[in-house]
């Protein structure tokens, strides 16, 4: 009985620990458009800076910043830059998940459609 007893008290403590712990990632913005410009400039200076059409003004809570940037030293940059130029080149929809980082918004996830 004592065994059953301990036995739900921790699946109720996980199931309550898995209810708030919520989110995994929150996002300070999520936006989608077409890519209007594409930046590209010194590694550590928002190397790469993309555009959406349709979108202006703030693109993240915090931020002024109209564009979503990465630097040569982000993972997978290389693979962000193929896929946006890609989306550029295809007029193709994208999707940017972005972070505030020291008042701009950083690119932390691509969905290219």
């Known amino acids: 009985m004592v065994r ?3 036995r739900g008290l921790a699946s109720t403590l996980a199931a309550a620990a898995v209810v708030a712990s919520g989110p995994c990632f929150a996002w300070d913005g999520v936006v989608s458009g ?3 410009e594409v930046d590209v400039t010194a ?3 928002f190397a790469l800076r993309v555009f959406l059409s349709g979108v202006s003004g703030p693109l993240c809570t ?3 910043s109209s564009f979503g ?3 040569n030293t982000d993972s997978n940059y290389s693979t962000y830059v193929a896929a946006v130029m890609m989306a550029k080149a295809t007029g193709a929809r994208v999707a940017m998940y972005l972070t505030l980082v020291s008042g701009q918004c950083q690119i932390g996830y ?4």
């Open 4 to 6: 059953l007893i301990r």
């Open 34 to 36: 077409t890519v209007s």
């Open 43 to 45: 590694g550590n200076n």
């Open 62 to 64: 915090g931020s002024t």
């Open 69 to 71: 940037y990465l630097n």
């Open 110 to 113: 691509l969905a290219v459609s």
